[in-house]
């Protein structure tokens, strides 16, 4: 499976935007979805995800109320509308494909996906 994200770039506090991730193929039914972002020098860390039976999606407690994670299951593409952003939401954000196998506790962890897409900078200026 490949997956292509887009939608990064600069924005300035308090801004918006709204990230892609383009699938090769179905996600729905087949992948756990999840959304992960890297800031220099810091892990890589979850921010949302959508269960591979699409029972809604879940956030992290740090993003809570800014992201919404959609999907449009004709084009396979999910994405993330940010709002509200701040300079500490600045990182490359990814996106990435679990196994339907995979149980909740591991879809908050990077190890828990096997495919990732290359990643796209957001920039928040204060």
């Known amino acids: 499976v490949q997956l292509q994200a887009s939608g990064g770039g600069l924005v300035q506090a308090g801004g918006s935007l709204r990230l892609s991730c383009a699938a090769s193929?179905?996600?729905?039914?087949?992948?756990?979805i999840g959304w992960f972002r890297q800031a220099p020098g810091r892990e890589r860390e979850f921010v949302g995800g959508?269960?591979?039976?699409?029972?809604?999606?879940y956030y992290a407690e740090s993003v809570k109320g800014r992201l919404t994670i959609s999907r449009d299951r004709a084009k396979n593409t999910e994405y993330l509308q940010m709002i509200s952003l701040k300079p500490e939401d600045t990182a490359v954000y990814y996106c990435?494909?679990?196994?339907?196998?995979?149980?909740?506790?591991?879809?908050?962890?990077?190890?828990?996906?096997?495919?990732w897409g290359q990643g796209t900078q957001v920039t928040v200026s204060s």
């Open positions: 193929e179905r996600t729905v039914g087949n992948y756990n």
């Open positions: 990435a494909l679990a196994s339907k196998r995979t149980i909740l506790s591991e879809l908050y962890a990077p190890r828990g996906y096997e495919y």
């Open positions: 959508q269960r591979w039976t699409s029972s809604g999606p």
